[in-house]
């Protein structure tokens, strides 16, 4: 390795270094505030060192990595998500008895595994990269002891992501086997060169990668953990899982198969799984009565959404997934930073009672609710809007005009789900039991900031296009 | 920038009332009252600077008054584009005039969180504003939805008892409709991009584009059905009594007067020039619901007790009008649609507004209930008895030459169909009258010792009187504004089938 290559490699080092940093100072002292303190540190400097590194992009490093614009933009919002759970979590754990530092930690690797997917062009480094992400999860889901349903979510996310990974690993194997590499450039040259492959073992592989990633993605049929992690786990947790777990194994997927000239029978497969999580995942949403479990159906639908700008043709696909992930980002931190702000240290605020009449009692908050909610319906003035316009104009323009109007009607349903939670909002009646929580003042300065962002990228969302477009044109299977 | 300048203003003074009303109850009203009578001058300012008739066609398909075009978002070729002919004019006009009635109106109403209320009074505004002023399809979408959510919340807050069912399906009905307006719209630019290699949502560029006739008719339903929804059109209409009935007094006015004519100005602006061919084919079956929707509206508003929900039918009824002659796509006709909108919005908003002011005072909405108020109340009555004979079409009131227009302008395009449309007339004077007759006449059995109309509320209605009047009895200012506009686009819709002809 030269020099160059530890520049290329500066973002991951910081953060595994803000890990171990903040593991000593836990050891030396137990400071709620120093280990935020150091966390939030090790954050911004890696999030800085990527403008350290754009210069040198794209810059191979070794054969499982590939730093380029496309990674260096998605370890940016990977760590940024982080930085914001960060914030989130430490008003929700000061509410909290018990250990709160190593949350920090588990958070960082977490983080680390993320930023590893986003740059990884081989099958060893996807692999790598994504039990660097879930192990630390299968923790911080189960973070708060005391309370049963984190326990449950815990272990449901230990078995099911362990199965996925299982899956994952068949499938990797199989293509290995077929095709005597698992480096994804390799794989897409062999593929676009020679026709005399067996397709009997490279199905099969590919379907077992597609059911792994379906599970972490968690699309339809593969889906059936994620209200009860999401009801379960810790609402910081839930925020982490719903953004940057996702976000990291989908710009994985992008990279994987932006290297496969044709994927030819894989794309009805992607497409049935698309139309089945919009429709599948925002039905079911309407039968929630816990906000939660509501927000995971529709963070189904929502991957369902983004499948259709995965299967547009072309670097639309790139862009548009790259602006919706981005813009979904903003948009479930935002609405699980006010479901983390509003939660008692008993329990979480999952229930529609929790809600009910918060205009009046908390006007700023529940404005912000309203425009997170009415983002992730797509509805103008926020960058929802414009991400969902993406879609439909990507969508549009690689013709699939079936999964536009599945997309377009079921995202109508979705209106019914979210409208019933907004008029909780608004409603004259208070609740009976009432405790104002003591808000923390960090994530409340953090839903501000995400709010503007929203209002920020619906109405001039130019700077945001430019970054994907340039994300896009520098995109590469490695 | 004058044009931004119109909607700035009510954006601005809609965050300057949220935030006013933490301290006070009157500085929202007043700062809403600023804005929207700011916006009423400048308005008038421009229609008097362009009045008169624009007898040169200009060379470009559409002939602005006023425009503006900034970059927005050069990725889709979408452009901050608003520009003003004389049918967006008017539309402006009427959006301020009944704004500013929409405020003074509300006045003591709405003691509950005034500030946000205002907020959300203006900004509606601003939408229907947007979309009467924007040149650009995305914007005019983006304006669009704008108006509902701010729409939704004056229902939803202040409205009356079943508030929450009212909110929650007026913004249904019209989101979805709006959705599939939204993949029209990107299936329009993407058709217009194949063709030309540009990607713009520029409606002048996007004007004459050449559509293959399968897709022109399905690409012409998503906007339709907007359109349609918004009118509203039978039989798409059924979120509209809930939505009027339920709506607090500026919210049914707003309704009534602009969000309902935003639908018609699509039609008119979008619909036909954008697709003469397919606005054609389905004219028949149009017009023959707009029939229905007349004969509908008057019927079930003859058979209502309450009041608010009779109005709303005659704005069903009076819409059916509107949508009837804007198919029939002729000078008169479209002059008489055109008419049709402004005295409605007007007579209308006023009917609301005397609703609102029967309920604060008798507490009911049942006519019923009512009676006799004549006796206790004559300013008010004799006012009603006015807009009454507004919505009956008495001759010299602006509605009376709407529906004449229309009717004129339609019976050479189906005969038929005029016949029937006239009888909706007859059914007019029915509901009117028996509208007079229980609520204003006979008796006060019940004993109503209540104060008539205050200072501030005849400040409200003289001017809608006297507008209606003038509407009425000298429209030529009206036409002249409007010709121009008129002629260019029947132009643009003519060219374009002759082109397809070829």
Redesign the interface.
């Given at each position: 390795m030269q020099r160059a290559d530890f520049t290329a490699l500066l973002p991951f080092i910081l953060l595994a270094a803000a890990a171990v940093v903040a593991m000593l100072a836990i050891a030396v002292t137990r400071s709620h505030r120093l280990t935020l303190s150091l966390t939030l540190i090790g954050l911004a400097a890696a999030f800085g060192s990527l403008f350290l590194v754009l210069p040198i992009a794209p810059s191979p490093v070794t054969p499982l990595l590939l730093i380029d614009q496309y990674a260096l933009f998605y370890i940016g919002l990977f760590v940024a998500a982080g930085f914001a759970v960060a914030l989130l979590a430490y008003g929700y754990l000061e509410k909290q008895e018990g250990r709160r530092e190593e949350f920090y930690l588990l958070l960082l690797i977490a983080t680390l595994g993320a930023a590893v997917l986003a740059a990884s062009s081989h099958f060893a480094s996807f692999f790598l990269g994504l039990e660097t992400l879930s192990i630390p999860l299968f923790a911080l889901n189960a973070y708060v002891q005391h309370r049963r349903r984190p326990l449950e979510a815990g272990i449901k996310y230990l078995v099911l992501a362990t199965s996925s990974s299982a899956f994952l690993l068949f499938g990797m194997a199989l293509i290995y086997t077929d095709l005597g590499t698992m480096s994804f450039r390799r794989i897409g040259a062999l593929l676009s060169g020679n026709p005399e492959i067996h397709p009997a073992l490279l199905l099969p592989g590919a379907a077992m990668i597609l059911t792994g990633v379906g599970f972490k993605l968690s699309l339809v049929p593969f889906h059936f953990w994620t209200p009860d992690v999401y009801e379960g786990a810790p609402a910081p947790v839930a925020a982490f899982i719903a953004t940057v777990s996702k976000g990291a194994v989908f710009a994985l997927l992008l990279r994987a198969a932006a290297g496969v000239p044709d994927a030819g029978p894989m794309i009805p497969a992607i497409s049935v799984i698309a139309a089945a999580s919009m429709i599948l995942g925002n039905f079911l949403a309407l039968l929630q009565d816990n906000v939660k479990r509501m927000l995971a159906y529709s963070s189904i639908a929502q991957m369902g959404y983004i499948l259709v700008a995965f299967l547009s043709a072309g670097s639309g696909a790139v862009e548009t997934a790259s602006f919706y992930l981005a813009v979904y980002f903003v948009t479930t931190l935002g609405a699980f930073g006010v479901v983390t702000l509003l939660s008692r240290p008993e329990r979480d605020a999952d229930l529609l009672n929790d809600y009910r009449g918060l205009f009046r009692r908390r006007p700023l908050l529940a404005g912000i609710f309203t425009a997170m909610l009415l983002s992730l319906a797509g509805l103008p003035l926020t960058a929802g809007f414009v991400g969902k316009f993406y879609i439909v104009a990507a969508g549009g323009a690689s013709a699939r005009w079936t999964l536009v109007l599945i997309l377009v009607v079921t995202s109508g349903i979705s209106l019914f789900y979210y409208l019933r939670v907004v008029v909780a909002l608004y409603a004259r009646t208070e609740p009976t039991e009432a405790p104002i929580p003591s808000l923390s003042l960090l994530g409340i300065g953090l839903v501000i900031v995400l709010a503007g962002l929203l209002i920020g990228l619906g109405i001039y969302p130019t700077p945001l296009i430019r970054v994907v477009q340039a994300v896009a044109a520098g995109f590469g299977s490695g | 920038m004058i044009l931004f300048g119109l909607i700035a203003i009510l954006l601005i003074g809609g965050l300057l009332a949220a935030a006013a009303g933490r301290w006070s109850r009157d500085w929202p009203r007043w700062i809403a009252l600023a804005a929207t009578s700011i916006g009423l001058l400048i308005s008038m300012g421009l229609w008097m600077r362009h009045a008169g008739p624009m007898a040169v066609l200009p060379p470009t398909p559409i002939a602005w008054l006023e425009q503006l075009d900034w970059r927005?978002?050069?990725?889709?070729g979408i452009r901050f584009h608003l520009a003003m002919d004389g049918l967006s004019l008017l539309l402006v006009v009427l959006s301020f005039f009944l704004g500013t009635v929409a405020v003074l109106a509300s006045w003591r109403e709405i003691q509950e969180r005034v500030g946000?209320f205002h907020f959300n009074l203006l900004w509606t505004l601003a939408g229907v504003v947007g979309v009467f002023l924007a040149a650009d399809l995305?914007l005019f979408?983006?304006a669009w939805?704008?108006m509902?959510?701010p729409m939704s919340?004056l229902i939803?807050?202040w409205g009356h008892e079943r508030r929450?069912y009212a909110?929650?399906k007026f913004?249904?009905f019209t989101?979805?409709s709006g959705?599939?307006m939204?993949?029209s719209i990107?299936?329009l630019?993407?058709t217009h991009a194949r063709q030309t290699g540009t990607l713009t949502f520029q409606y002048a560029d996007l004007l004459g584009t050449a559509i293959p006739p399968r897709s022109e008719t399905w690409i012409m339903l998503g906007f339709f059905i907007a359109f349609a929804v918004k009118l509203p059109m039978v039989p798409f209409h059924t979120w509209l009594p809930d939505a009027h009935t339920e709506a607090p007094t500026a919210g049914s006015v707003l309704l009534a007067g602009l969000l309902l004519k935003t639908g018609a100005y699509g039609l008119i602006r979008f619909v036909f020039p954008l697709f003469p061919r397919a606005a054609r084919e389905v004219a028949p079956i149009v017009m023959t619901l707009a029939v229905v929707g007349i004969l509908y509206g008057a019927i079930f508003a003859y058979s209502q007790t309450d009041l608010k929900r009779l109005i709303a039918y005659t704005s069903v009824s009076h819409l059916g009008f509107v949508l009837f002659g804007i198919f029939a796509w002729n000078g008169l006709a479209l002059q008489g649609a055109l008419m049709e909108m402004l005295a409605h919005g007007i007579g209308t908003g006023a009917l609301f507004i005397l609703a609102g002011q029967l309920q604060e005072r008798t507490g009911t909405r049942e006519i019923d209930q009512m009676g006799g108020l004549w006796q206790p109340l004559p300013r008010l009555s004799g006012a009603g008895l006015f807009f009454a004979m507004g919505a009956l079409g008495l001759p010299g009131l602006g509605t009376f030459l709407g529906e004449f227009l229309v009717l004129f302008g339609t019976y050479p395009v189906s005969r038929w169909r005029t016949v029937l449309a006239a009888i909706g007339i007859l059914l007019a004077t029915l509901y009117a009258l028996r509208l007079v007759q229980r609520v204003f006449h006979g008796p006060n059995v019940h004993n109503w010792i209540l104060p008539d109309l205050s200072v501030r509320e005849m400040f409200v209605l003289v001017p809608l009187i006297v507008s209606l009047v003038w509407l009425g009895l000298y429209p030529q200012p009206v036409f002249d504004t409007f010709g121009t506009t008129m002629k260019t686009l029947q132009q643009v819709v003519a060219d374009a089938i002759l082109a397809q002809a070829r």
């Open positions: - | 927005w978002i050069p990725r889709f946000f995305f979408y983006f939805e704008m509902l959510i919340f939803l807050l929450v909110a929650i913004f249904l989101q979805l959705l599939l939204l993949v990107v299936a630019v993407l």
